[in-house]
């Protein structure tokens, strides 16, 4: 069990979350950009519909991304674990899926917020991948340094690190609760922000 718990923790599942981040990150962080940089935003809002319901929208679109995504990969994760007859804790893995679901998920709603600010689809896409990149980054540094441990409490990749969740049988509370504020936090935010700019059209 702790072979199969090492091995897709340090190689299965950090291309999962990784990837994942830049994938759904990318998507969500062009959705409210995308009008104003393709100069449609006027046809857009000319329709019969508030910016309320756009953003409504555009969040329905990542948020089901992301799940289709998380649920696949972990599900055909799981299955080759079966197949090839992996002894593993099966409610440990699935807590492990959920939090990484919600680190995704975070990710990707700071990406969605921020396509708020940012109008030009190259300069969002860059912003992403900085922000994918920067947050991986500050997981390394919270896992090396005693002193930036602090760190943990910041980035999403942390929150659904396995080795803390695998040794421990579940996730912290703590992670839950900050993904959710983060997720939460981003979605108000970039409804708020979006429904008061100034459009370019």
Not at 1 to 14: A, K, P, T
Not at 29 to 43: A, Q, W
Not at 94 to 106: H, N, P
Not at 127 to 135: C, K
Request: charged share 15%; glycine share 6%; aromatic share 14%.
């Amino acid at each position: 069990m702790v072979m199969v718990h090492r091995y897709f923790g340090m190689e299965v599942h950090l291309f999962i979350i990784l990837f994942g981040s830049m994938y759904s990150t990318l998507l969500s962080s062009g959705l409210l950009s995308k009008e104003e940089s393709e100069k449609t935003v006027e046809f857009l809002l000319s329709r019969p519909i508030t910016r309320m319901s756009v953003v409504t929208q555009k969040l329905a679109v990542y948020v089901i991304y992301v799940t289709l995504f998380t649920g696949i990969t972990w599900s055909v994760s799981y299955a080759t674990m079966l197949r090839y007859q992996a002894s593993f804790d099966k409610a440990t893995f699935w807590a492990l899926g959920g939090m990484t679901y919600l680190a995704i998920l975070a990710i990707a709603s700071l990406g969605f917020l921020g396509s708020v600010f940012v109008t030009q689809n190259r300069t969002v896409y860059s912003a992403a991948l900085g922000l994918v990149l920067g947050l991986y980054a500050l997981q390394i540094v919270s896992d090396v340094s005693e002193k930036a441990s602090f760190l943990r409490f910041i980035t999403p990749f942390k929150w659904a690190f396995p080795a803390d969740i695998l040794p421990r049988g579940g996730v912290d509370p703590v992670s839950v609760a900050l993904a959710a504020i983060v997720i939460l936090a981003s979605i108000a935010g970039a409804y708020r922000v979006y429904s008061k700019k100034d459009i370019a059209v």
